[in-house]
């Protein structure tokens, strides 16, 4: 893969882990888009998975709990993983919104799973969007949606109090 070299960093929307629901509901196949994460982070892509939670579709705790896993194991658990609130919208209208505890369970799968940061979108000011010191859990980061209210990082991404290093780029 050649996009190495051009791309620093990626966001990639990882819809859920179940061949059915992209199939059925993306029209793609989930073995592509995983292989295709893969390739990116071989080539030295630094990258962030995305998963919007919707309701009845991609919330169930088994296949976030794989999900979770598929990212430590294949692209490590520096990785953040954002997992967003589906509100209806288009063609997708015959339920409500990701119920708050659904994003926050998701989340506490996530670290159960080994992920050092999991954040939470789409419902402002939860704590969930917070970047926090995987090793002494200082707060390196303190958002509210997309604002950046506090930066406490160290030069270079490193935590200000153990000097661990954050992931990210940071040059």
Known sequence: MLVGPY?????????????TFYKDLVGAKLEKVLETIKCLSQAGVFLEITTLLIPQANDDPK?????AAW???????????HISRFHPT??????GPTPLQSLLDARQIGKDAGLH??????????????TLCHNCGSLLIDRVGYHI???????????????????????
């Open 149 to 171: 209210k506090k930066n406490n990082l160290a030069k270079g991404g490193a935590c200000p109090s153990c000097n661990t290093q954050a992931a990210g780029i940071w040059e």
């Open 90 to 95: 288009y063609k997708l209208t015959d339920r």
């Open 71 to 81: 990212i430590v194991e294949n692209l490590g658990p520096q990785t953040p993983w």
């Open 7 to 19: 791309l620093d960093a990626a966001n990639v929307d990882l819809k859920a882990f179940n061949k």
């Open 117 to 130: 940061y999991v954040y939470t979108g789409n419902i402002p000011g939860q704590g969930g969007e917070e």
């Open 63 to 67: 296949e976030l709990a794989d999900l």
